[in-house]
């Protein structure tokens, strides 16, 4: 059976850890989505798991975004897998490392498969940031080349060098957590031997801003070959 980890960032909640739902299954339009008692059982037995509330659960977008999709590419499969959702807080560097470690395990097994949730660039006053670099042309010419620069460096596979990209520009990447979560089990999993490429499939903002007022995010979609 085939076993599908969906790693979201926490929007409404403070969150130190990494949390887990509560319930039994996520509905979508399609069908209901199992969540997979047994590995939430195997990942209770670490302690490094609080439970999010219902309430939590419910307001959270960062998952359930991708049930649909997921419930959608597995439509003919409905009844051989199940998902694993995980909401990650704001984890240290060292938290994001002990995360990796964890499920660079689950990670290594050819039968699981990974979701990593994340908006890139929120740009504007309403998101408190307004980075511009100037020689790059229009704002969002300056945009993309920020977030390019952070893409590069997660198809890097380097789990520092994205932590200094961000303390560096500060970019507004609302999945950076699940995203060093993740290069940190690949970098466990290369330690081991294990050959990896991520490249980046897809690029776009919600709109182009050309001044002060204007506001965008931006959107990014790669994939994670394992050899």
Known sequence: SRKI??????????LSRCALSSVDIYR???????????????????GMFERMSLQTDEDEHSIEM????????MESHKDEFTIIPVLVGALSES??????????KYLADPSNLFVVSSDFCHWG???????????????????????????????????????NYLKKYHNTICGRHPIGVLLNAINELQKNGMNMSFSFLN????SQCRNWQDSSVSYAAGALMVQ
């Open 5 to 14: 980890f969906i790693l979201g960032p926490s929007h409404h909640v403070p």
């Open 28 to 46: 979508t339009p399609l069908y209901d989505l199992r969540i997979d008692q047994k590995i939430y059982g195997e990942l209770w037995k670490t």
């Open 66 to 73: 991708h049930l649909p999709y997921t419930a959608k590419a």
């Open 95 to 104: 938290k994001e490392q002990e995360f990796g470690k964890l499920f660079s």
């Open 125 to 163: 006053q309403r998101f408190r940031y307004s980075y511009y670099d100037e020689s790059q042309g229009e704002i969002y010419r300056s945009i993309e080349h920020l977030d390019k620069m952070g893409m590069s460096i997660i198809e890097q596979l380097d789990p520092v060098s994205f932590s």
């Open 203 to 206: 690029y776009a903002q919600s």
